[in-house]
C-alpha cells in the first residue's frame, strides 16, 4: 500500500494558536477571519448587516465558505470615524455573537478597543480580542486578557481611526512598525499575558501611506522574527483603488483584494482577514497547491 504524500512540515503541525478552556486554532494553514461589521457606517458594508437576521445569515454564509474565524465588530474605525458609546457597541455585537454560538461553534473574534465590551463579548462566547489600539486605549485590556488568558490581536495604528490618514508619516514604516511591536509583546509581557496568546497586525490602511502599505506587504516575513502568527487585513482598502485609479470604490476592489490576500500569505502572514471568504479559501487553496507542487 502507498502511503499518501503530505506536504504539511512536521514542525507546522504543531503551530497553533491556544484558546481559552483548551481548544485551539492550528496554523499548518493559513486561516481565513471572516469580516462582519454590526456597524451603520464602516467603509465597505456599513450598514448592510445591522440587523440581527442579517448579521447572523452573513456569519453563516462565511462559514459555510470555511472562514476560520468570524470577526464581530460594533465600532467602526474608517478613517474619520467618531468613537461610539461603549453600550451602544455592546448593544450591536452582544447578540450577535449570542445567536451565532447557538448555532455554530466557530471561533468568533471580537473586533474592539473596550476591556468591557471585549468582557461582554467573551461571556456571549468570544474567543478572540481584535484590538485595533494594540490595548494603548483601554487601560483594563491588558488585564482581562491575562485574567480570561485569551488570544489578542495587536495591531500597528499611527494616531487614530478619526485622524490617522490626515497626514501619516514615516521614515522606515516596517522597522517602526517592528519596534512597536518589539515593545507591545514586552508590555503585554509583563501584564501577565502569555506570548502564545498574541497574533501581530502591521496594520494596513491604518494611518499609512500607499507606499507603507505596499512597503508592509511586500516585507511581512520581517514580523516573523518575533516568532508569532501574523494577520493582514488589506480587504477592500483604499490602496487598492490608488493602484488601480478606474475602479477606485470599495465594491470594485475584489481583485485587489484576492491579490493582496495571497501575497501576505506567500510572504509569511499566517492569517488575512477578509471580506470576501469564498473567492479568498479559493484563491488560497490554488496557490497552496500550486507551493506544494515545487
Do not use: W
Not at 101 to 117: K, M
Amino acid at each position: 500500500m502507498v502511503q499518501k504524500q503530505t506536504h504539511t512540515k512536521p514542525e507546522e503541525i504543531k503551530r497553533v494558536i491556544p484558546l481559552a478552556g483548551g481548544g485551539q486554532l492550528s496554523l499548518s494553514r493559513p486561516l481565513v477571519m471572516g469580516i462582519l461589521n454590526v456597524t451603520p457606517d464602516s467603509f465597505f458594508d456599513g450598514g448592510k448587516f445591522v440587523k440581527l437576521e442579517s448579521a447572523v445569515a452573513q456569519a453563516q454564509k462565511m462559514i459555510a465558505e470555511d472562514a476560520d474565524i468570524i470577526d464581530i465588530g460594533g465600532e467602526s474605525t474608517r478613517p474619520g470615524a467618531e468613537p461610539i458609546d461603549q453600550n451602544e457597541e455592546q448593544q450591536r455585537v452582544v447578540p450577535v455573537i449570542e445567536a451565532l454560538r447557538q448555532c455554530s461553534d466557530v471561533c468568533i473574534s471580537v473586533d474592539t478597543t473596550h476591556a468591557r465590551t471585549a468582557e461582554v463579548a467573551v461571556e456571549a462566547g468570544a474567543r478572540i480580542i481584535n484590538d485595533v489600539s494594540a490595548m494603548r486605549s483601554d487601560p483594563d485590556m491588558v488585564a482581562l486578557a491575562a485574567r480570561l488568558k485569551l488570544p489578542v490581536v495587536l495591531m500597528h495604528m499611527q494616531g487614530t481611526p478619526r485622524d490617522m490618514q490626515k497626514n501619516p508619516s514615516y521614515v522606515d514604516c516596517v522597522a517602526e512598525v517592528t519596534d512597536f511591536f518589539r515593545e507591545r509583546i514586552e508590555f503585554c509581557r509583563c501584564h501577565g499575558v502569555d506570548k502564545s496568546k498574541i497574533i501581530l497586525d502591521p496594520g494596513i490602511g491604518f494611518g499609512k501611506r500607499l507606499s507603507d502599505n505596499l512597503e508592509i506587504l511586500a516585507n511581512i516575513s520581517e514580523f516573523k522574527q518575533f516568532g508569532l502568527p501574523v494577520l493582514v487585513g488589506a480587504s477592500r482598502k483604499s490602496f487598492i483603488g490608488m493602484l488601480h485609479s478606474v475602479e477606485t470604490a470599495p465594491e470594485q476592489r475584489l481583485g485587489g483584494s484576492i491579490a493582496a490576500a495571497v501575497t501576505a500569505i506567500g510572504n509569511g502572514a499566517d492569517i488575512v482577514r477578509v471580506h470576501d471568504v469564498g473567492q479568498t479559501v479559493q484563491a488560497l487553496k490554488v496557490f497552496q497547491g500550486i507551493r506544494s507542487a515545487e
